[in-house]
Each structure stands twice: as C-alpha cells, then as structure tokens.
C-alpha cells in the first residue's frame, strides 16, 4: 500500500484492483448548512463526531432510510467541516471489506481520526464482507483502534435481507422468543452501530423550505413552488435531491 501524508490528504479511496489507497485531493465541496431537512440527523452525528475528535467514547453510525434523503451528503459535508480538526475519512466500498485489515493496520498509530466510510452497505446472508466490519468495529483477539470509527449509509435497517420464513424460524420457549438464527446475525451486525439515524422522505412543508433556501432571491415564491411541486411529481417523491436536481434545472429562471 503507497504511503499518504495524512497531514495533507484529507480523504482517500481504496483500489482493489491496485491493493492500495488512492488520495483524495479534491473532495467533493458540499457545506453543512447546504443540508436542509435533517437538522436532528446533522445535530447527533455532529455530536457524535465531536466526541470522537475530543478523544471521548464515540459510537459507529449507522444513517439508513430513503433514497436521496442526504445520508451520502451528511458525511461528505462532515468532511469539510471537521477536516482542520484532525477528521480523515477512506472511503471502501462494500465489496472491497474483506480488505478492510489491511486498510486499518497502517492508521492505527497515526494522530489524526478516520471515519471508514462505505456507502449503501448492505449483505447478503452468506457475504463475507460482514466479518472484517465486525472485527474493526468491535475487536478480536486485538482491541479495535481508537483513532477509528465506521459511518454507513444503507437503505435496510439490518442491513441484510429480511425474508418471511426467517421470522417463522422463530420459536417461543417458556414465553421467551428465541429469534432464529438468520434474524440473530441481522440484528448482531446492526446493533454494533451505536448510533442510528434515520432518514424518510420529506413532507411537502419541507421540501419545499428546502427549495427555498436554494433559490434564496427569487421573488415569485408560488410560482417557484408550483414548478417544484411538478417536478417532485414527476420524480416520484420529495427529497433533498429531488430539490437539488431542481434547482440545476431550473436556477436563473425565475425572478
């Protein structure tokens, strides 16, 4: 694995293919007051993060919910408001945590604070992705680092499939339930995140507040929110990026 100047290099992505950690020399610029309709999200994971700078327990995040609701944006823009406060992120794609010991060996005695950071996590029953994730984030026969804490991003709260007969599988004995195994290893992997957030799709009141904080100098404010009405429409739903596709569509034309 090539060697990175922490000090200078705020992010990096690991190659699988190169066996080695590719630096991020322009992350992308989302700002945190650009994120609007998840104040309380934003307030836990800053609290959280803030913790872990500090040097103070500090949980893994797990941010799951709907699609296109900010978890992506969240962390991109936790990035940029920590980065001169020591926060460094490495970005691994769920494919490539089987890697993830030779990711983590070479930072564990640096000074700075990685967040490991893998986008729309999720596992089938028999991936073995899951195993190296656990091992970092709890440990083996090695304590986990301290310099190290894991935010995912997914759509499933388990992040693994929930299917029918898994909940049949389960038994009652002397009034107690007994989950089946299947259901055990679900809820085993996500419990191991200590702080949930999670994410739904906005309410028109939000959505809209959205777009206007995006269009802060347009004057015709219904016909603002009429066109962004349609358009939502026509995406199939509300969200942070819905609005954010908005205003690429439509910026300068209204006045």
């Given at each position: 694995?090539?060697?990175?100047?922490?000090?200078?290099?705020?992010?990096?992505?690991?190659?699988?293919?190169?066996?080695?950690?590719?630096?991020?020399?322009?992350?992308?610029?989302?700002?945190?007051?650009?994120?609007?309709?998840?104040?309380?999200?934003?307030?836990k994971?800053?609290?959280?993060?803030?913790?872990?700078?500090?040097?103070?327990?500090?949980?893994?995040?797990?941010?799951?919910?709907?699609?296109?609701?900010?978890?992506?944006?969240?962390?991109?823009?936790?990035?940029?408001?920590?980065?001169?406060?020591?926060?460094?992120?490495?970005?691994?794609?769920?494919?490539?945590?089987?890697?993830?010991?030779?990711?983590?060996?070479?930072?564990?005695?640096?000074?700075?604070?990685?967040?490991?950071?893998?986008?729309?996590?999720?596992?089938?029953?028999?991936?073995?992705?899951?195993?190296?994730?656990?091992?970092?984030?709890?440990?083996?026969?090695?304590?986990?680092?301290?310099?190290?804490?894991?935010?995912?991003?997914?759509?499933?709260?388990?992040?693994?499939?929930?299917?029918?007969?898994?909940?049949?599988?389960?038994?009652?004995?002397?009034?107690?339930?007994?989950?089946?195994?299947?259901?055990?290893?679900?809820?085993?992997?996500?419990?191991?995140?200590?702080?949930?957030?999670?994410?739904?799709?906005?309410?028109?009141?939000?959505?809209?507040?959205?777009?206007?904080?995006?269009?802060?100098?347009?004057?015709d404010?219904?016909?603002?929110?009429?066109?962004a009405?349609?358009?939502?429409?026509?995406?199939?739903?509300?969200?942070?990026?819905?609005?954010?596709?908005?205003?690429?569509?439509?910026?300068?034309?209204?006045?």
């Amino acid at each position: 694995m090539s060697g990175i100047d922490w000090q200078q290099v705020p992010a990096a992505i690991w190659r699988s293919q190169r066996q080695e950690l590719r630096a991020v020399t322009h992350p992308d610029p989302v700002r945190w007051d650009d994120l609007h309709g998840i104040e309380a999200q934003k307030e836990k994971l800053a609290h959280n993060t803030e913790r872990f700078l500090d040097g103070k327990p500090a949980n893994h995040a797990l941010l799951w919910g709907s699609r296109g609701t900010g978890k992506s944006s969240l962390v991109k823009a936790l990035l940029n408001r920590y980065r001169d406060q020591g926060l460094r992120v490495i970005e691994v794609d769920k494919d490539d945590l089987v890697h993830l010991h030779e990711i983590v060996d070479p930072i564990r005695e640096c000074r700075e604070r990685f967040i490991i950071y893998c986008d729309d996590l999720s596992f089938g029953t028999d991936d073995p992705g899951y195993k190296p994730l656990k091992s970092v984030m709890e440990g083996s026969i090695e304590l986990p680092p301290e310099n190290v804490r894991v935010y995912a991003t997914s759509n499933r709260r388990h992040l693994m499939p929930e299917y029918m007969k898994d909940n049949q599988d389960t038994t009652m004995v002397n009034g107690e339930i007994h989950p089946s195994e299947a259901v055990e290893e679900q809820v085993s992997l996500s419990d191991r995140f200590g702080l949930w957030l999670s994410f739904y799709p906005f309410d028109q009141d939000t959505y809209l507040e959205t777009v206007d904080a995006l269009f802060p100098d347009v004057q015709d404010r219904e016909a603002l929110h009429r066109a962004a009405l349609q358009f939502a429409l026509a995406r199939g739903g509300r969200s942070g990026r819905t609005a954010e596709q908005f205003r690429r569509a439509f910026s300068g034309e209204f006045g």
